[in-house]
């Protein structure tokens, strides 16, 4: 099975939420206080977000910050252009994820 970096999980499933809210970079940079640069430099994969980018990435879109990370193999999205998730994955990413952020957290 081909393993899909996480960067790019994370890339694609930020642009793939944001197009599917029918937004532009702009707007969703100015809902997460960011620069609409820094968007674009996500998504392109000139920059990774942080943690703490990602959780407000995350707030803005209206998911949950682990959903970000939920890989769906080639794309973040159905044939119908709506985001999904995969159960089994989502739990396992819960679960990592969780513990992620309580060590950070509680550091």
Known sequence: MNEIPIEDVIRDNIKALRKQLGWSQELLAEKTGVSAPYITQIEVGKRTPSLDIVERLALALGVEYKTL????GTSS???EGQFYKLPLES????????TIHNTFKNA
């Not at 990370?69 to 769906?72: G, M, T």
């Open 77 to 79: 999205t159905s044939s």
């Open 69 to 72: 990370f939920e890989s769906h």
């Open 91 to 98: 739990m396992l990413i819960s679960a990592v994820t969780d």
